[in-house]
């Protein structure tokens, strides 16, 4: 099988020649943001089977409206290494402002101020008239002609409707608006999941696929929400969505961290075809085993290594590691050998690393044959 071959079989449930291995993040449009990353971005391009990521702008808010102003400015940090990066959006009933925390070498930003902190903000943002987006697809093409058999192009599907919201209000607001605002957060989510529907559908009208892919439940899980948010907030507008995508013969990806235990079954059901990065204890909270046996025959599992023990193993350590994820993922197929988070996202790659991607790629390479 190509590796296309090989990761469709796993996305379709069907059983491939050898467990695909990924190293998410890793693509040929990546650029190098230092030398040290060079030996590994080779090693994943010739030998893993590539996940690539495409999407269309999303717009302001979700719409080509052209009747919001966006402005934006940097200024100075208290923090070392970064800039705040302040955006104003100048919206016909009035302006919302966020200002995020960027790196200057590379590493997570974060968010200082959200754009919705009030009622009144929310007012502001449905002044906002929308337009659906109708971007460019080509570029999709070319990605696909362009990787080849090399592996696939997942489309975005522009996140969870949910994930559009809480990007908006930060965890906090969410949290406190989900016990005092209820019904305006859920029209917010319902503003948003129209807005993602009909993102999609342009997408499949005009012949991209057949994989998308998604992010966001993460935000809607034990601690940060409750299980019956997950429910209302995530499920019923997520299976929705992967209905439009399976209703075309696409298959879904989704990502997602946080502790899955209490709910693996549900993105299942929901309709998640591939699910990524399924967290080992202690970061999550159910070993890939236990996944195996609850809903392996019916969603593909991808991941299962934590970033961190990349930095931290020795390379027998690591060996051990990936055999004893190989022992438990491989039976049955359904299975993509993955670490649970991308390689970068440092301004340089310690040695240990890379050694131990291509530890990793060496034992999957040497016990994934069915």
Not at 7 to 14: D, G, N
Not at 73 to 82: K, M, T, V
Request: proline fraction near 7%; hydrophobic fraction near 35%.
């Amino acid at each position: 099988m190509t590796s296309r071959e090989r990761l469709l079989a796993c996305f379709r449930h069907e059983m491939p020649d050898r467990v695909p291995i990924s190293i998410r993040g890793v693509d040929p449009w990546k650029g190098v943001r230092h030398p040290s990353f060079q030996p590994l971005i080779d090693a994943a391009l010739e030998k893993t089977d590539i996940l690539a990521h495409w999407g269309m702008s999303g717009g302001v808010f979700m719409s080509a409206t052209d009747q919001v102003q966006v402005t934006e400015e940097r200024r100075p940090s208290r923090h070392a290494d970064y800039v705040e990066r302040v955006t104003t959006c100048h919206c016909p009933g009035g302006t919302l402002t966020g200002v995020h925390y960027e790196s200057t070498v590379g590493k997570p930003g974060y968010w200082a101020k959200y754009f919705l902190e009030t009622k009144r903000d929310v007012d502001i943002l449905l002044s906002v008239p929308y337009v659906p987006i109708r971007g460019e697809v080509q570029s999709f093409f070319d990605r696909v002609n362009e990787l080849g058999e090399r592996g696939i192009v997942i489309a975005s599907m522009s996140a969870d409707p949910m994930y559009h919201v809480s990007g908006l209000t930060g965890s906090q607001t969410f949290a406190l608006w989900s016990v005092d605002e209820r019904p305006m957060l859920r029209m917010l989510i319902d503003v948003f999941f129209e807005r993602c529907r009909d993102y999609i559908g342009y997408q499949i009208e005009h012949g991209v696929g057949p994989v998308f892919g998604f992010a966001g439940p993460e935000l809607c899980l034990p601690p940060l929400q409750s299980a019956r948010d997950f429910e209302e907030f995530v499920v019923d507008y997520d299976s929705r969505l992967t209905k439009i995508v399976h209703d075309h013969g696409g298959c879904v990806h989704c990502h997602s961290h946080g502790r899955l235990g209490r709910f693996i079954e549900r993105f299942a059901d929901m309709g998640a075809d591939c699910l990524h990065p399924v967290e080992p204890p202690p970061m999550g909270d159910i070993t890939l085993e236990e996944a195996k046996r609850r809903v392996g025959d019916r969603m593909c599992l991808e991941g299962n290594i934590q970033i961190h023990d990349f930095f931290t193993l020795e390379p027998d350590e690591m060996r051990r590691l990936v055999t004893e994820r190989m022992t438990a993922g491989k039976p049955g197929g359904n299975f993509i050998l993955a670490p649970c988070a991308t390689p970068l996202m440092t301004d340089v790659l310690p040695e240990r690393v890379t050694d131990n991607f291509l530890i990793m790629i060496e034992v999957g390479l040497e016990l994934g044959s069915y």
